[in-house]
């Protein structure tokens, strides 16, 4: 697991984020495990996996089943 920080970010960049796993193609709501502070983004406990990894806003995936 990993402990992430990120400073100098957008407020409204990580509104309900998700975690995608490329090589699974899975979806993790990670908004428990995510805090934002002024510009800072923290995340703590994510999995450090040997594929790519991605953190975005729910909305900006296209996930099956859901029409979006």
């Not at 800072?40 to 996996?49: D, E, I, M, Q, Y």
């Not at 991605?54 to 029409?67: E, H, N, Q, V």
């Given at each position: 697991r990993v402990d992430l920080t990120l400073r100098g970010i957008d407020p409204d960049a990580f509104k309900s984020p998700v975690l995608v796993d490329f090589m699974s193609g899975r979806v993790?709501?990670?908004?428990?495990?995510v805090s934002m502070v002024g510009q800072?983004?923290?995340?703590?406990?994510?999995?450090?996996?040997?594929?790519?990894?991605?953190?975005?806003?729910?909305?900006?995936?296209?996930?099956?089943?859901?029409?979006?």
């Open positions: 993790y709501d990670i908004s428990r495990q800072t983004f923290k995340a703590n406990g994510l999995p450090l996996l040997e594929s790519p990894l991605l953190i975005a806003p729910k909305g900006s995936i296209r996930m099956k089943g859901t029409g979006r």
